[in-house]
């Protein structure tokens, strides 16, 4: 019963992987991106470490399976949004048909750099 539950969730899992690779390829611009990218890390390996951590229960790789789910998803979101936040600031355009820029006023309050934001060809 516990191989055929890691199955499903390892074969969940992948897909949610392969997903998030396609939308890493398809998607317009690094923000979707990044979204797409995130998503794969935290949903597609959380699946994969949670049905090996299923198939081998307290066992020394279950239990490093175990400890990795909670790392993982902290470290890709923290990671994620670190790197959104930094492209913004950098300059980097959003899609054309973005229609919502929240962050545009927070860095407006702040008085952060906006040159290069106004400057890029995106807007």
């Not at 400890?67 to 923290?78: E, G, Y």
């Not at 930094?86 to 952060?112: I, L, N, R, T």
Request: aromatic residues 12%.
């Amino acid at each position: 019963m516990n191989e055929n539950i890691s199955l499903v969730l390892i074969s969940i899992g992948i897909l949610f992987d392969l997903l998030g690779c396609i939308g890493l390829l398809r998607f317009p611009d690094v923000y979707n991106r990044l979204q797409s990218a995130t998503k794969c890390v935290t949903l597609g390996t959380w699946c994969i470490l949670l049905g090996v951590f299923v198939r081998f229960g307290f066992s020394e790789i279950g239990l490093k399976a175990l400890i990795s789910i909670p790392l993982l998803f902290l470290a890709s979101t923290v990671a994620a949004h670190s790197l959104a936040r930094a492209a913004y600031h950098y300059g980097f355009p959003m899609w054309k048909g973005s229609v919502v820029d929240d962050y545009k006023q927070q860095v407006k309050k702040e008085g952060k750099v906006e040159t290069n934001i106004e400057k890029s060809p995106g807007f």
